[in-house]
């Protein structure tokens, strides 16, 4: 089954950072631009942030822009989304997608390939 992988997220304090990878199966990581989402409890899924394909150009939401950063690494079929300066509003489940679009959409419903999620938890 063509999916991602996840690890990472958890649980830190207002202020702190975390990590999350995201390991490609089943599908050719180097075709499809990436995603990264969010859905926070009772809330819809939101775009975070999105890499091209060749990890050359990024985008990322005002919620997020300047304190998360995502990268690939191709070879590896890996995705490293990095958060820091945590905010308690930025608690949610996390998500990597993969998309066949360029540039990266930021609806979801363009992804194809999905991750089972990570938990996010910013709490003092």
């Known amino acids: 089954q063509a999916r991602f992988v996840e690890s990472g997220g958890g649980l830190v304090q207002p202020g702190g950072s975390l990590r999350h990878s995201c390991a490609a199966s089943?599908?050719?990581?180097?075709?499809?631009?990436i995603g990264w989402f969010r859905q926070a409890a009772g809330k819809e899924r939101e775009f975070v942030a999105g890499?091209?394909?060749?990890?050359?150009?990024?985008d990322y939401s005002d919620a997020v822009r300047g304190r998360f950063t995502i990268s690939r690494d191709n070879a590896k079929k890996t995705v490293s989304p990095r958060m820091s300066r945590l905010k308690p509003e930025d608690t949610a489940v996390y998500y990597c997608?993969?998309?066949?679009?360029?540039?990266?959409?930021?609806?979801?419903?363009?992804?194809?390939?999905w991750g089972q999620g990570t938990q996010v938890t910013v709490s003092s």
């Open positions: 089943g599908f050719r990581l180097a075709l499809h631009t």
């Open positions: 890499v091209s394909w060749n990890g050359v150009a990024s």
């Open positions: 997608a993969a998309s066949a679009a360029h540039p990266p959409p930021t609806s979801p419903r363009w992804y194809g390939y």
